[in-house]
């Protein structure tokens, strides 16, 4: 179970994530019409002022979460935010269309998604860091749901400059969230290497790539099925587009049923591998279901459902999965290329699903849809069942200084890193299990004064 500091700091973090995603889909399902407004607006201009956000994301994830494994990951998350914020004031003072695109630039500049996350897993326990991502990852549903029924209603008050405002004031919201999450320093062997180096051998592990390639089509998939789906909810269940928020959010929420149990037994069990390719084949039997019943209300809302408990369960696994799999030092490095792998998927997903507008053959976008999710399941066979870490949590010495005391810890076979907060006066010592030996015990029951049980 997690404890108080877990529970707040999933909390904040997770809020933070929501709140700049709740800032960011309100403007999507209005700007299409509201854009029009603008001085030099055309229909290409529209969507570039939309999709450059994911763009600019896509491009300066790698660049911020390579100075979030060398820094301080607090201020990096605040300089983001104030990009967001700033993004948003540029946009919402615009009168021309080209003064929203460098608005939407400056916003999607502040790309700190990797950082957050890697954040996220320095102040969780390895055995309660799924339990964190997944409610990260039901943030992100959440407040795609919620942004989708206010942004029309807020775009009605205020008009789509008074929108663009609303996201700064959420950005900056998001700054006092970090009060709610500790201090830490982060200690770990030491390994020192150029960005370029960490760079490269993040891109050279296979699993890495694996779950990279993951994240691309998941959210693809996710992506296109939002631009395909809801003329047929319309056509074909007689949902009026204004009610679908109230289509998706039950659906999510009764996918949130099915995701926690699974996320549990991953943990608990170690049956994580299992578990990832049994969501990945849920979400290609709820895309199969669509192709052969899309013309059925009920059969529709049935595969719409199973895409849904498949992703949430995916959404938390593979950010928890890339935190085990990635070389501690280069955690955020390894959540950076995850992120950029995330909305470029995003941006092709949605080129993909307009495509598929334009066949005219349902059965056949559908068809096209499973493609992709069998190729990425195909690919997925290659993944090895994840390194498990365990975490011990120790009160700060009164006798030594921190710094000498972690060097310590780290010299002895199977701690790898140990994550200090000093407010709190103690620390997560992270620990394999497998490389611990009857020496490394002797020493780290020395240097602690009694034994612990590891």
């Known amino acids: 179970m997690m404890n108080a500091l877990e529970r707040r700091s999933t909390f904040a973090l997770s809020s933070i994530f929501a709140l700049r995603m709740l800032g960011l889909f309100m403007i999507i399902p209005v700007f299409s019409v509201a854009g029009q407004s603008y001085q030099g607006a055309t229909p290409a201009l529209i969507g570039l002022a939309v999709g450059v956000y994911g763009l ?123 009060l709610f999450v500790p201090k830490v320093t982060r200690h770990h062997k030491n390994y020192q ?65 099915f995701a926690f149990p699974s996320i549990i037994l991953a943990e608990k069990y170690r049956k994580m591998r299992g578990i990832f390719l049994t969501a990945i084949g849920g979400i290609v039997l709820g895309l199969l279901v669509l192709i052969f019943g899309y013309e059925s209300k009920y059969v529709l809302l049935a595969g719409l459902g199973l895409f849904f408990i498949a992703f949430n369960v995916m959404e938390a696994l593979l950010p928890s999965w890339l935190s085990k799999s990635a070389p501690i030092q280069s955690k955020a490095t390894a959540m950076g290329v995850n992120s950029s792998s995330q909305f470029l ?23 096209i849809l499973v493609a992709i999710a069998v190729v990425w399941l195909l690919i997925s066979f290659g993944l090895a069942q994840p390194r498990y870490l365990s975490s011990l ?4 010495p009164e006798t030594k200084q921190t710094d000498e005391w972690t060097s310590q810890l780290l010299a002895i076979r199977g701690i790898e890193e140990v994550v200090v907060m000093s407010d709190q006066q103690f620390a997560y010592v992270k620990i394999d299990k497998q490389l611990i030996d009857e020496a490394a015990r002797q020493d780290l029951t020395q240097l602690l004064g009694k034994e612990v049980a590891i």
């Open 56 to 178: 600019t994301q896509a491009i300066l994830q790698i660049p911020f979460s390579l100075l979030a494994d060398r820094f301080s990951r607090k201020p990096l998350i605040i300089i983001g935010l104030l990009l967001f914020a700033l993004g948003g004031a540029v946009a919402a003072m615009s009168e021309t269309i080209y003064g929203v695109i460098i608005g939407r630039a400056i916003a999607g500049g502040g790309a700190v998604s990797a950082v957050v996350m890697a954040l996220l897993a320095d102040v969780t326990r390895e055995e309660q860091r799924s339990k964190a991502m997944a409610v990260m990852g039901m943030s992100i549903g959440v407040s795609f749901m919620v942004a989708f029924s206010l942004g029309p209603w807020l775009t009605s008050l205020v008009g789509i400059s008074g929108l663009f405002w609303v996201t700064t004031v959420m950005g900056l919201a998001a700054i006092s969230m970090l």
């Open 193 to 257: 290497q150029g960005y370029v180096a960490q760079l490269k051998q993040v891109l050279k592990m296979g699993d890495l790539n694996r779950l990279h390639v993951s994240i691309f089509a998941l959210h693809l998939l996710l992506t296109a099925m939002f631009v395909y789906m809801p003329s047929q909810l319309i056509q074909f269940a007689g949902i009026p587009l204004s009610s679908h928020g109230l289509v998706y959010l039950p659906l999510l929420i009764i996918s949130l049923f």
């Open 345 to 367: 998927g995003a941006f092709f997903g949605g080129m993909i699903g307009g495509q598929l507008l334009l066949l005219n053959n349902t059965s056949l976008g559908w068809s």
């Open 393 to 396: 949590v120790l009160p700060l």
